[in-house]
């Protein structure tokens, strides 16, 4: 017998569909495939992520899930970058769920949907329980900002490629890569991990980073060639700790390359500036004194690559006079440093990257910064320092009980002060076709500072001496000062010699003791023979 294969087929199909429809109507409760079932509570066995919810109502949900949110806040993760991890807590990272979405993911459940669909989660729910997605995020920017405050800590920096000065030429230094974390990126990282990968008990997070090439190929250092400005200064009057400050600061720039469009700090290169980084006490300006300070003579060493710096035409950002003249260069040419108020920055404006190269020999320091020349041979620049008025110092005297008659030491020399200006010149073929303004300074006054004994003096010696001080007059201080430790002297002599002479000092033995265990005599004594205090060595040294 013939059979009819497309009835059988269709015979088939309706069967099944027929099979289906029962198998679901418990389901649809008379409602079509398609049409949204009405319900109040969530089945059975569905949970928010590890929150069970089933049977809840939605407000009921979303509280739940809320307080597990709360119960979290002080969960700490680890986020792990190239170079090492720091741990921030749910709280920090102000973790929060998308609580709307996820319960009314929840509530679809057996819900919503075609029969289908309703069925195949029906029979999931008699295997156990049915988790939909939390949502758990972030907060995206405090996120970010976090990782990237923490950035030095994760990152691999990359070591550029550099030069090394080798006689009259340069030799290659090849750099490394290094690993950055991608903050961008991490960030969704996170946000991935607590929606689809986080347990509740893993809570090691690997951020996004990124490879970073050494800047500076071969090719593009092989063209530094030319010295483009040059500067020396003189330090070999300096003591020895500040000598070695201003030879330890050089040794940290020698050899920076700076590439187009970078900005160089001295102070960053030179820091940081403790004993630990091989900087000593030596003297330094503070508030109109020199003082002793870690570092003390750096401010030398950003003076003179100033002045290398500025015949290159780089860039000056950034530039500070001194408080006080100083004595290594005219009024204007100096550049200070101080903290992170005071710093010389200057940025490359060229087209080619520049090496600066620092060296000390002789007590001499010299810094030239060496590049790609484009500047016409027949150009010329020249710089002069202009002084448009001084501030003659006064002296301060201190009068001090503590020393004898006739002690008159110098603590700190005096410094005038100035208002200069520096001007830049630019000539072509020796014909002047600017001349500029380039930097304006003011440098305070401070006043020589003088020490002046007055144990054993008389009120009368001292009202004298007070005077003259208030007069500014040094000579006649001095002159007063000098006039009573003779007079002094000689009363003292003279009372040495009264005794020697009368017939009845064999028999005052006892007289004679306690003359020379009066504190007065003993004063006397010291005055003939003035010792000077540690502090006049180092003013000296400073100045």
């Known amino acids: 017998m013939k059979i009819n294969k497309k009835a059988l087929l269709l015979g088939t199909m309706a069967f099944v569909l027929v099979a289906a429809s029962g198998m679901v109507s418990a389901y649809a409760s008379g409602s079509s495939g398609t049409k949204k079932a009405k ?283 001194h408080s006080m003249i100083v004595s290594y260069v005219k009024p204007s040419d100096d ?41 016409p041979a027949n150009r010329e620049i020249s710089f002069r320092s202009e002084t448009l008025s001084e501030e003659d110092p006064v002296t301060q005297f201190n009068f001090d009980a503590g020393q004898p008659l006739g002690y008159f030491n110098t603590e700190q020399s005096a410094h005038k002060g100035v208002t200069a200006r520096l001007w830049k010149t630019v000539t072509v073929d020796g014909t002047v076709q600017s001349d500029e303004i380039f930097n304006n300074s003011k440098y305070k006054s401070s006043p020589k500072i003088v020490t002046v004994g007055t144990a054993g003096a008389s009120a009368e010696v001292v009202a004298q001496l007070q005077a003259a001080a208030a007069a500014n007059d040094e000579g006649s201080v001095k002159s007063i000062a000098a006039s009573a430790a003779a007079a002094a002297q000689a009363a003292a002599a003279q009372a040495a010699q009264t005794q020697t002479t009368d017939p009845n000092a064999a028999g005052q033995t006892q007289g004679a003791q306690t003359q020379t265990t009066d504190p007065n005599a003993a004063g006397q004594t010291q005055s003939t023979q003035p010792q000077q205090p540690a502090g006049q060595t180092q003013g000296a040294q400073t100045q």
């Open 39 to 321: 319900v109040q509570t969530i089945t059975e066995g569905v949970c928010i992520g590890s929150v069970d919810v089933g049977g809840m109502t939605k407000e009921e949900a979303k509280k739940a899930v809320d307080a597990y949110v709360d119960s979290i806040k002080d969960t700490s993760f680890s986020l792990k970058g190239a170079n090492g991890s720091f741990d921030a807590t749910a709280q920090e990272m102000s973790v929060s769920a998308d609580t709307d979405a996820a319960v009314d993911e929840a509530l679809s459940v057996c819900h919503e949907g075609s029969l289908i669909d309703r069925f195949v989660e029906s029979e999931e729910l008699k295997k156990g329980n049915v988790a939909v997605n939390m949502y758990l995020s972030v907060d995206k920017q405090k996120t970010a900002n976090m990782i990237y405050d923490k950035s030095d800590e994760l990152n691999i920096k990359a070591v550029d490629n550099s030069l090394q000065r080798n006689g009259d030429s340069f030799d290659f230094v090849p750099g490394q890569e290094g690993r950055e974390v991608d903050v961008v990126k991490s960030v969704y990282a996170i946000n991935d991990f607590l929606q689809n990968s986080w347990d509740g008990s893993a809570n090691e997070i690997e951020l996004v980073t990124n490879t970073v090439q050494p800047r500076g190929s071969k090719e593009e250092l092989s063209k530094i060639k030319d010295n483009l400005g040059g500067f020396s200064t003189d330090f070999s009057s300096s003591a020895a700790g500040r000598a070695a400050n201003v030879k330890n600061a050089c040794s940290l720039i020698n050899g920076s390359v700076i590439y187009p469009g970078e900005q160089f700090s001295v102070y960053e290169a030179i820091s940081p500036i403790t004993t630990d980084n091989g900087y000593q006490i030596a003297g330094a300006y503070e508030n109109g004194q020199v003082v002793d300070s870690v570092g003390g003579g750096v401010c030398q060493v950003a003076t003179t690559l100033y002045n290398a710096v500025i015949r290159a035409e780089l860039e000056i950002v950034q530039r500070y006079n």
């Open 335 to 375: 550049a200070a440093i101080a903290g992170t108020y005071k710093d010389l920055k200057f940025k490359n404006n060229l087209d080619n990257p520049v090496y600066i190269e620092g060296y000390c020999s002789g007590g001499i320091i010299t810094f030239n910064v060496y590049g790609v020349e484009t500047r």
